[in-house]
């Protein structure tokens, strides 16, 4: 959480954030021309096509516009073409698209919305890429508002509010403005510490964080009794220094996102090395989050091989820890590093047993009727799906939108969308009259989220 992570990788995080608590991913379109659309931008956006990207992006805007004029899978089109500007350097075109976005959520949602909060949120990185005074006045304005919605909205989540703090006290370092940066990290800090999903780690983090503040404001005092406090309280047998671990990561990804490989090399397995001496179980998905930084710098230098094994390492380690701990069970649902390596070199079979194995673990530790197994469940589906297995896609989505109901209820947008994707797989294998019945539902769905 530096404040000089670039602007670029700030909004992929924050975008990829307003996708989920829209409860309304950018895979979760409404009809199928449109599913086939955004497939297509995913794939030229991977592929680094960008011009084709943008030129489907445009389609698919107009496609769910012709959908109805609430339709809330129109701002999150809206925002990815406002990303795919704002990496061309056309942050003013961004920033228009943004805005666009805005309104129409707040036509979908209302406007004081969670989903308008974070999308204010997103508003102010786009005006923050301007690189102006003007801009900057608008971004805090963006980030003020979007505080105010979430605090005043009793259906806000913790991770929502967190999420808009942590990118306004990120605006206000890059400003220099550290000690306004300071009483919002703070705010941030309190958030985290009570939400019940709080992880050891991202507290930790915080905490480097807010004393690497007190340094930027000349308070070595305060700067230095913090990171004591974090040392003494992270030390482990062998005087081995977590904190190290933590800093060595850090600053791997940092070179990594500088397009630094040696350097980046270097750190992951400092950090690497630290932590497995260390056996903390507290601090049990740092390992494999520094395993798949590694396997990102090896693909980038084209030693997939070395790629592969450190991806399944990482997935190994997951999976022992699982056991021990609910939020790395929880975790098993998104190997997407290995996902998408396995993608990209055609082998998309391969990833299948490593979701089949995350089921049983899941259904062992937490329950076979987890929020966490609908969730597996549904995008081992779409991976059936993508490979053109839609019989073997079909008792997944099943058991997802059964998942999804108990826990989520009849009419949550979530079950509209696995219904959605259901019912296409369905029609691929001919049985049209099934589709037609969940289609049906899934736009019934629609229907009471957006009226």
């Avoid at 980030?143 to 005043?152: T, W």
Wanted: proline residues 4%.
């Amino acid at each position: 959480m530096s404040s000089a992570r670039p602007r670029v990788g700030r909004l992929t995080t924050l975008l990829a954030l307003i996708f989920s608590y829209a409860g309304l991913s950018s895979r979760a379109p409404q009809d199928a021309g449109l599913t086939k659309i955004l497939e297509q931008v995913t794939q030229a956006e991977r592929d680094g096509r960008f011009a084709d990207a943008e030129r489907l992006s445009w389609t698919a805007a107009k496609t769910a516009e012709k959908l109805g004029p609430n339709n809330p899978q129109l701002g999150n089109i809206l925002l990815r073409l406002a990303g795919l500007y704002l990496r061309q350097g056309e942050a003013a075109k961004a920033v228009d698209l943004a805005k666009q976005a805005l309104a129409a959520d707040k036509k979908a949602f209302g406007p004081e919305h969670p989903r308008v909060a974070m999308d204010f949120s997103g508003l102010a990185v786009f005006y923050q890429g301007l690189r102006d005074k003007n801009g900057e006045a608008e971004a805090e304005a963006c980030l003020k508002r979007a505080v105010a919605i979430l605090e005043s909205n009793p259906k806000t989540q913790d991770q929502q509010l967190f999420a808009v703090l942590n990118n306004f006290w990120q605006f206000y370092s890059f400003e220099h403005r550290y000690a306004e940066a300071e009483v919002v990290l703070q705010r941030a800090l309190e958030v985290e510490e009570k939400s019940p999903e709080r992880s050891e780690l991202d507290l930790v983090n915080l905490r480097l964080d807010l004393a690497q503040l007190y340094r930027q404001e000349g308070k070595e005092e305060e700067a230095e009794r913090l990171s004591a406090e974090i040392r003494e309280q992270h030390t482990t047998r062998g005087n081995v220094q977590l904190t190290e671990a933590i800093n060595a990561k850090r600053l791997a990804d940092q070179y990594r996102g500088q397009g630094n490989p040696r350097e980046a090399e270097e750190n992951y397995k400092r950090s690497i090395a630290t932590l497995e001496e260390a056996q903390n179980s507290n601090f049990s998905g740092l390992l494999p989050q520094a395993l798949e930084g590694l396997a990102e710098v090896y693909v980038s230098e084209g030693r997939d091989s070395e790629a592969q094994e450190l991806f399944k390492r990482a997935l190994n380690t997951q999976e022992k820890a699982a056991g021990e701990h609910r939020d790395m069970a929880e975790a098993l649902s998104f190997p997407f590093a290995l996902l998408n390596f396995y993608r990209d070199h055609g082998r998309l079979s391969e990833i299948e047993p490593v979701f089949l194995r995350a089921l049983e673990i899941q259904a062992t530790v937490l329950g076979p009727q987890n929020a966490a197994v609908g969730e597996t469940s549904y995008l081992l589906a779409e991976v059936y799906r993508e490979e053109g297995k839609n019989e073997e896609s079909l008792p997944f989505y099943q058991r997802a939108s059964e998942i999804q109901e108990r826990n989520l209820g009849p009419n949550h947008p979530t079950l509209g969308t696995t219904l959605q994707q259901y019912a296409m797989a369905l029609r691929a294998l001919g049985r049209d009259s099934e589709a037609n019945a969940a289609a049906s539902r899934a736009e019934a769905i629609r229907n009471r989220t957006t009226h």
